[in-house]
C-alpha cells in the first residue's frame, strides 16, 4: 500500500499545507489543506475519511470535499469514521446549514453523501484492504491516532498527541512497524504553551521517543511554519533518530 503525504505542517504559506494523507485511492487520513492539491478525479474517488480530531487544521478541506465532489459520485457515500465526540462537534459546529450544509441529510439521512461511522479508540476498521485502527491520543480535546496495518507492514500515526502509556503500550505491541510519524508542534523555548496545547516540543519528543522499544523509521510532522527549521535543529541537537515528513512523500508500507 502507499501513503501520500497531502499536507504535514502545523500552518499554511508556501508549500505549507496542513495534515491530510491519502491511502492508496480511496482513503483519506484527516482533511487538512493538503486535500486541496488533489486533482477533482482523486477527490471523487475518496470513499472513507478517517479523522484524528475536530481540530480546523486536520478537517479544513473536509466541508469543501463533500461539495466538490456531490455531483459526481452517482449516489455512493462518502463514510466519515471519528470518535463520538468528534462526530457531534464537526454536527453541531460545522454541518449546521450556517457555516455549511448538513450533507449527512442530502438529500435524506438514509441516502445523504455523508454517512457517520463512530469509532472508538482501540476498534479496528478493515477498509480498502487495510486495517485501520484508532489509538489512543492525548490532546486538548478527544482525538485518536491510526495504525495503519496492510498485512505486511504497519504505519503509525500519532495525530495531534502528547503520546502517554497507552500510545506507547499499542505502539510497542505492533509487530511489524516499519514507520513511526509522530508530531512536534513546539521548538522548545515554547515548551509551557506546548503542554498547554498538548503538543510536543522536542524535549518532550525525547522523553516519548525513549519509550518506543521497536526499530522504526521516525517521521516528524506538524512543524509551525515559523519554526520548522528551528524545531528540526533542536531535535538533531539532541541526536534524536528523527527527520521531518514532507508534502509529496510516499511511504511504501
Ligand atoms: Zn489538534
Ligand atoms: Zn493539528
Redesign the pocket.
Known amino acids: 500500500m502507499q501513503l501520500r503525504v497531502l499536507g504535514c505542517s502545523?500552518g499554511i504559506g508556501g508549500a505549507n499545507r496542513?495534515?491530510a494523507f491519502l491511502l492508496d485511492e480511496h482513503v483519506l487520513v484527516d482533511a487538512g489543506t493538503g486535500v486541496g492539491s488533489l486533482s477533482l478525479q482523486a477527490l471523487r474517488a475518496i470513499d472513507h475519511v478517517f479523522l484524528t480530531h475536530a481540530?480546523f487544521?486536520?478537517i479544513a478541506c473536509l466541508p469543501m470535499l463533500l461539495d466538490t465532489v456531490a455531483g459526481l459520485r452517482n449516489g455512493v457515500p462518502i463514510t466519515l469514521h471519528a470518535r463520538r465526540e468528534t462526530i457531534a462537534v464537526l454536527k453541531e459546529h460545522v454541518f449546521n446549514w450556517r457555516i455549511w450544509p448538513d450533507f449527512s441529510l442530502i438529500p435524506d439521512e438514509s441516502s445523504a453523501l455523508l454517512q457517520f461511522a463512530v469509532q472508538e479508540v482501540g476498534e479496528t476498521r478493515e477498509v480498502a484492504g487495510c486495517r485501520i485502527t484508532a489509538l489512543p491520543a492525548e490532546h486538548t480535546v478527544p482525538a485518536v491516532g491510526f495504525r495503519l496495518d496492510s498485512g505486511k507492514s504497519s504505519v503509525i500515526f500519532s495525530g495531534?498527541s502528547t503520546g502517554g502509556d497507552a500510545f506507547w503500550a499499542a505502539v510497542n505491541a505492533t509487530d511489524n512497524l516499519t514507520t513511526l510519524i509522530i508530531?512536534t508542534?513546539f521548538p522548545d523555548r515554547e515548551a509551557a504553551l506546548a503542554h498547554a496545547a498538548r503538543h510536543l516540543c522536542p524535549a518532550t519528543l525525547q522523553r516519548e521517543l525513549a519509550r518506543l522499544r521497536r526499530p522504526a523509521d521516525i517521521r516528524i510532522t506538524?512543524l509551525k511554519p515559523a519554526d520548522s527549521a528551528l524545531i528540526l535543529g533542536e531535535i538533531a541537537a539532541l541526536g534524536l533518530p528523527a527527520r521531518a515528513l514532507l508534502p509529496g512523500d510516499v511511504i511504501e508500507f
Open positions: 502545523g496542513t495534515t481540530h487544521d486536520h495531534d508530531e508542534a506538524h
